[in-house]
């Protein structure tokens, strides 16, 4: 358990009277995992776009009130609307039809899962559709429950958990029409 | 058509049950053989996603986000450590006043309201517009001078005319005292949640409420100014009303599912917004 969530209330408060150690605290809490979703869903700087989000959060954090569950919502929200963003100017520019179609250095993410994930099965994911990798990205790289995915969706919880059972069910099928054995 | 619109019935059904997805996406060994297959996957994702920052940017980033917080901070000098915490502190927020102004001024949301007072005449107000009463009393009792309109604004409302109703209530915002705008924001933004949290209802009044809070939220929330703010506006109202039309049509077809159609386009888009752009 960390410091965030073993004493969020302290923490908000302090962090909204402006204390360092606060906002320490919240950066170790959150510059991972939202970075990691970030980077994981295509962002061109996720390391940056993270910077601007806390930012952002501390901007706004005067009219924040919620418990921590809230809190985690909010931040990764701010999160998904600066990549929904990123998403829309880049697909206006000319010859852009995709954020990730091709990164420049070549797709990271690939070459980190080789050797830990079989190919088969990096494939199958790969083979997801957009919204089915949003929510597994928020899911098992963001740490969010199911209630705070469906808040930074702006999606009911039943279709969150829907769109996550289809997007499992496709990989397993996809492993299958392979003939892949794990 | 986005992933949230597509119903069960149409999709091949899945032998994963609920608590097995749960235990594989909290890292935990799913019962399903099928499931544990891609335990590796989500491993390999949590693993090569998860990072620490470096202490220096840690110290970096929270000088300068102590120093923002003090600087945009309510009333008053920063109370020492010591002090007894306020549990709710004041809020300034010129911009919602500068927002909430340029609502009526630039005459854009009538039009865009539009789409409001549509979905209210087919979801019952009082239900599936519940709490958006409550908003306009906030943005009223934020503004003391503006009450008769406001009371306006809440008769309209209640006559299931959403759209005027809203535009009073803008109107009477624009001379919004700036002791009272941050009551207006949290009034807004605790009313979005409530209606994000009324699941209650058909599909089409849960529907129409999340889309309304994602309005309130923008509203309340958004950086957008002027005419950019406007546009945003009239565009996620145009989604409510988007909403009432899918809906009508989905719930025509069933919906086995559960799912929600969601706010595709919940955000507004800044590059639909720029000022010269219709």
Redesign the interface.
């Known amino acids: 358990v960390s410091l965030v969530e073993e004493t969020f209330e302290s923490v908000l408060?302090?962090?909204?009277?402006?204390?360092?150690?606060?906002?320490?605290a919240?950066?170790?809490e959150y510059?991972?995992?939202v970075?990691?979703?970030l980077?994981?869903r295509g962002a061109s700087d996720p390391e940056g776009l993270t910077?601007d989000v806390?930012?952002k959060?501390?901007?706004?954090?005067?009219?924040f009130?919620?418990d921590l569950s809230s809190f985690r919502s909010w931040v990764f929200v701010i999160a998904h609307?600066r990549l929904?963003?990123e998403r829309?100017?880049l697909s206006?520019r000319p010859g852009v039809s995709e954020l990730v179609a091709d990164p420049p250095g070549g797709d990271v993410?690939s070459e980190?899962?080789e050797g830990?994930?079989?190919a088969e099965?990096?494939r199958a994911?790969k083979r997801l559709?957009?919204?089915?990798r949003d929510?597994?990205?928020l899911?098992?790289?963001g740490g969010l429950t199911?209630e705070e995915t469906a808040?930074v969706?702006?999606?009911?919880v039943?279709?969150v958990?829907?769109?996550?059972?289809?997007a499992?069910?496709a990989?397993?099928?996809n492993?299958d029409l392979d003939g892949v054995t794990? | 058509m986005?992933?949230?619109d597509?119903y069960?019935s149409e999709?091949?059904k899945?032998?994963?049950s609920?608590s097995d997805?749960?235990r594989?996406?909290s890292g935990n060994t799913p019962a399903d053989e099928?499931?544990a297959?891609?335990a590796?996957?989500?491993?390999?994702?949590?693993?090569?996603?998860?990072?620490?920052?470096p202490e220096e940017?840690?110290?970096v980033?929270?000088?300068?986000?102590?120093?923002?917080?003090?600087s945009?901070?309510?009333h008053g000098p920063?109370?020492a450590?010591s002090e007894k915490?306020v549990s709710?502190?004041r809020?300034f927020?010129l911009g919602l006043k500068r927002r909430l102004a340029t609502f009526s001024t630039a005459g854009i949301l009538l039009a865009g309201m539009t789409g409001i007072a549509v979905a209210s005449n087919g979801a019952a107000p009082g239900d599936a517009l519940y709490g958006l009463d409550r908003a306009l009393e906030a943005v009223g009792i934020a503004n003391g001078a503006a009450a008769e309109r406001i009371a306006e604004a809440q008769a309209l409302f209640a006559s299931g005319q959403v759209a005027e109703a809203v535009t009073h209530a803008a109107e009477a915002a624009d001379d919004i005292e700036e002791s009272g705008a941050?009551e207006a924001?949290?009034a807004l933004?605790e009313t979005a949640?409530r209606l994000?949290s009324n699941?209650n209802g058909s599909d089409h009044a849960?529907e129409v409420r999340?889309r309304v809070a994602?309005m309130l939220e923008y509203i309340?929330?958004t950086e957008d100014t002027g005419r950019d703010f406007g546009q945003g506006v009239a565009d996620m109202a145009r989604g409510i009303s988007g909403a009432d039309d899918e809906l009508e049509s989905a719930d025509a077809g069933g919906d086995e599912?559960?799912?929600?159609s969601?706010?595709p386009d919940?955000?507004p888009?800044?590059?639909d917004s720029r000022p010269g752009r219709p």
């Open positions: 408060e302090a962090a909204k009277t402006g204390e360092e150690w606060a906002w320490a919240l950066y170790h510059a991972g995992p970075t990691g979703y980077s994981s910077g806390l930012l959060v501390a901007r706004s954090i005067h009219s009130s919620g609307r929904i963003d829309r100017t206006r993410e980190a899962m830990l994930v079989a099965l990096w994911f559709t957009d919204g089915q929510v597994l990205a899911r098992i790289i199911l808040r969706m702006g999606k009911k039943g279709a958990k829907a769109v996550q059972r289809r499992l069910q990989i397993h099928d492993l794990i | 986005s992933d949230f597509v069960e999709m091949p899945s032998t994963f609920d997805i749960e594989l996406l099928g499931l297959r891609l590796p996957l989500v491993e390999g994702l949590r693993t090569i996603h998860s990072s620490l920052p940017e840690v110290a980033f929270s000088v300068e986000a102590a120093s923002l917080v003090k945009t901070r309510p920063v109370p450590a915490p709710r502190p809020r927020n941050d924001v949290d933004l949640d994000r699941e849960v999340s994602a309340a929330t599912a559960g799912e929600d969601g706010p919940s955000l888009d800044p590059a």
